[in-house]
């Protein structure tokens, strides 16, 4: 199992129309994708960070993993939203230990 996580903070105003609309879309388009399970959108609530927002989703495998990050919903929204939208981000992904 495989839980690929991602924070991030947008180039929109907070809590604007471009907000909502980018957060709606990346749930439309990566629940989309064969193999994405249990994903979840998450606001971030301490100050400590800039980054607004979390993807959280999980992958039975490696080769489930492989094929979402190749797949052409995944790669189209990364082109045309996430690059141009999204200010700045770090993702991590973990399996469990033992």
Not at 25 to 33: E, F, G, Q, R, V
């Amino acid at each position: 199992m495989i839980r690929h996580t991602v924070s991030f903070a947008l180039t929109h105003p907070v809590d604007s129309v471009e907000e909502a609309a980018f957060l709606s879309d990346a749930h439309a388009a990566l629940t989309s994708i064969p193999g994405v399970q249990d994903f979840r959108i998450s606001r971030q609530v301490s100050p400590k960070s800039d980054h607004r927002f979390q993807f959280e989703m999980t992958f039975d495998d490696a080769a489930a993993y492989e094929a979402y990050n190749l797949h052409p919903a995944h790669v189209d929204f990364v082109e045309t939203r996430w690059k141009p939208e999204v200010a700045d981000f770090q993702e991590l992904d973990f399996t469990p230990l033992g």
